[in-house]
T-cell receptor, first 115, second 110 residues
């Protein structure tokens, strides 16, 4: 596609519910990143994939967070037993090359509200 | 851990005035990228700076990388209402992780 696509755009989850957030990167982009952005804050790094390999997951806040990219294209971020503090916008970004000079292209994000 | 601070946190300017945001780090930055995020939008890549002392211009925007690679700045000349948004600097590390600064939210008063 023309850009990075994320779905759903909005998600309301009851506390304790599991959620799955999807990211469709730009076709052919090698690198894929997940960020969490709380209201009024900058994006916080969660995890990074190069093709299907998850090279860094140091930003995942707890073992309730899990990300995968099994075929090196679409990625899913799963949050188990959601808590109120998980409420945020989850941004996905992709780039064509590793260490690109062209920046990362971000999707519009999924706004997760845990009630 | 990685800490990239930006000042000011908020800036209100009259349309036509200049605006500057500063990005400071306690550690040496690898490569600096700048992003703009409109209200309700997502970050959009503006530019990357790599070399110590580097200066790049994009129309009314001037980006600088400090000599010691511990700071960077973005200057906008003669702001317009379309410049409204939050400007983030971000450190692109050798491991290809992108760590964002705290951001400066710019409001332009017509």
């Amino acid at each position: 596609g023309a850009g990075v696509s994320q779905s759903p755009r909005y998600k309301v989850a009851k506390r304790g519910q599991d959620v799955a957030l999807r990211c469709d990167p730009i076709s052919g982009h090698v690198s894929l990143f997940w960020y969490q952005q709380a209201l009024g804050q900058g994006p916080e790094f969660l995890t990074y994939f190069q093709n299907e390999a998850q090279l860094d997951k140091s930003g995942l806040p707890s073992d309730r967070f899990f990300a995968e990219r099994p075929e090196g294209s679409v990625s899913t971020l799963k949050i188990q037993r959601t808590q109120q503090e998980d409420s945020a916008v989850y941004l996905c970004a992709s780039s064509l090359f590793v260490g690109t000079n062209y920046g990362y292209t971000f999707g519009s994000g999924t706004r997760l509200t845990v009630v | 851990g990685q800490q990239v601070m930006q000042i000011p946190q908020y800036q209100h300017v009259q349309e036509g005035e200049d605006f500057t945001t500063y990005c400071n780090s306690s550690t040496t930055l690898s490569n600096i990228q700048w992003y703009k995020q409109r209200p309700g939008g997502h970050p959009v890549f503006l530019i990357q700076l790599v070399k110590s002392g580097e200066v790049k211009k994009q129309k009314r925007l001037t980006f600088q990388f400090g000599e010691a690679k511990k700071n960077s700045s973005l200057h906008i000349t003669a702001t317009q209402t379309t410049d409204v948004g939050t400007y983030f600097c971000a450190d692109l590390t050798g491991a290809n992780n992108l760590f964002f600064g705290t951001g400066t939210r710019l409001t332009v008063i017509p």
